[in-house]
C-alpha cells in the first residue's frame, strides 16, 4: 500500500471521530433533555446544589398553587373567626333584652312619679280587670289612658298626698269617663288613709311599687274555656305582668291580651299547656301545664322577685 493511501486513510478516521465528538447529546452547562418518562427535566448546573424545577419547589415558589391549598385547607385564622362568633352571641342577646325591658313597661314605667289627683268610690276589690271582690279593698282604679287596656291590671301603686301620708293599692279597674291621665280612683278606704272624705279630690303623686308579699301567682281559665278556645289571667303577680305565652307544638306562642285582663287563644292552640309568664323587668316564670277547668282559680307556688 502506497504511503498516499495511508495518509488518506489517517485523515478519513480523524474526520469520522471529530464527527461523534460534534454530535454527542448535551453538556455539562444545564441542557435539558428527555426523561426515561418522557417529561423534560434539567440537568444540576455545576454550580447548582439540587433541583431547579423540583416538584416541592415549585409548590412553594408558585402563588397559583399556594391559592389552591388555602382554599383547600383553612388557615388557622378563619378557624379562629369562626369559634369566636358564638362566643359574641350571648352578649348580644343580652344587649336585646336590656334594651326591650323598658318597652315591657307600657305607660307606667318603674322609677317615674305621675302627678295626677285622686278621687275614691265605694269598691269591692273587682272591676274591670275581671278580678274577684275580696276583703282587700286597698284598690284603686286607674284612669283610661294609663290604664292602657288593661296593662295596669295587678300593678302595685304608691300614692302620696301633699300631707306626707301615703298608700299602697292594687290596680283592679278602670275609671273611664272624667278621670284625667295620672288620675287614680281610690277605695273609700285607701282615700281615707290620705285625707278626710270631706276633701273629695285632694292632689297627688304616685309611682310604680314591688311590694313584699307572701302571695303567689295564680292562673283562671274564663269561663266557656276549653282545648279549642280559651281565655287565660293570671292573677297576684307582685309586678305588673307584660306578656303571657302558651307552649305549642311549633313553641312559645305570646297571647293577645284583652281590655278585661284575660289573654286569649281564639284558635285553642297552648290551652291546657305550659305557660310562660313575663314582667316588665324582663322576668320570666314558667308555669307546668295546668288542666282547663272554667273559672277555677288554680295556685302556680310561683312569684316574681322583688324589685
Known amino acids: 500500500?502506497?504511503?498516499?493511501?495511508?495518509?488518506?486513510?489517517?485523515?478519513?478516521?480523524?474526520?469520522?471521530?471529530?464527527?461523534?465528538?460534534?454530535?454527542?447529546?448535551?453538556?455539562?452547562?444545564?441542557?435539558?433533555?428527555?426523561?426515561?418518562?418522557?417529561?423534560?427535566?434539567?440537568?444540576?448546573?455545576?454550580?447548582?446544589?439540587?433541583?431547579?424545577?423540583?416538584?416541592?419547589?415549585?409548590?412553594?415558589?408558585?402563588?397559583?398553587?399556594?391559592?389552591t391549598a388555602a382554599s383547600k385547607k383553612p388557615s388557622a385564622t378563619p378557624s379562629a373567626r369562626v369559634t369566636t362568633k358564638p362566643a359574641a352571641t350571648p352578649a348580644t342577646k343580652t344587649r336585646q333584652q336590656a334594651s326591650g325591658t323598658a318597652s315591657l313597661a307600657g305607660r307606667i314605667r318603674p322609677g317615674v312619679t305621675y302627678t295626677g289627683v285622686a278621687t275614691f268610690y265605694d269598691a269591692d276589690g273587682g272591676g274591670a280587670c275581671m278580678y274577684d271582690p275580696s276583703g282587700d279593698v286597698m284598690t284603686g282604679a286607674m284612669n283610661t289612658a294609663d290604664y292602657e287596656a288593661s296593662k295596669a291590671c295587678g300593678a302595685y301603686v304608691i300614692v302620696h298626698a301633699a300631707n306626707g301620708a301615703s298608700i299602697t293599692v292594687r290596680i283592679t279597674n278602670e275609671c273611664p269617663g272624667d278621670c284625667a291621665p295620672g288620675q287614680i280612683d281610690l277605695s273609700a278606704q285607701a282615700f281615707a288613709k290620705l285625707a278626710a272624705p270631706s276633701a273629695g279630690r285632694i292632689p297627688i303623686t304616685w309611682n310604680l311599687a314591688s311590694p313584699s308579699t307572701s302571695d303567689t301567682i295564680s292562673i283562671r281559665y274564663k269561663t266557656g274555656s276549653t282545648r279549642y278556645w280559651c281565655g287565660i289571667q293570671a292573677i297576684g303577680h307582685r309586678n305588673p305582668l307584660a306578656r303571657l305565652e302558651v307552649e305549642t307544638s311549633s313553641g312559645w306562642r305570646q297571647l293577645a291580651r284583652a281590655d278585661y285582663n284575660y289573654f286569649l287563644s281564639e284558635d285553642g292552640g297552648g290551652c291546657g299547656g305550659a305557660l310562660r309568664l313575663t314582667d316588665i323587668y324582663g322576668q320570666q316564670l314558667t308555669v307546668p301545664a295546668l288542666a282547663v277547668r272554667a273559672n277555677v282559680t288554680q295556685s302556680t307556688g310561683l312569684q316574681f322577685a322583688k324589685h
Open 1 to 67: 500500500m502506497s504511503k498516499r493511501w495511508l495518509f488518506l486513510s489517517a485523515a478519513a478516521v480523524l474526520i469520522v471521530v471529530s464527527l461523534a465528538l460534534v454530535l454527542l447529546p448535551g453538556d455539562k452547562n444545564g441542557e435539558e433533555v428527555k426523561t426515561a418518562a418522557g417529561s423534560v427535566a434539567t440537568k444540576p448546573s455545576a454550580t447548582g446544589s439540587g433541583p431547579v424545577n423540583s416538584p416541592s419547589a415549585s409548590a412553594t415558589s408558585s402563588p397559583s398553587a399556594r391559592a
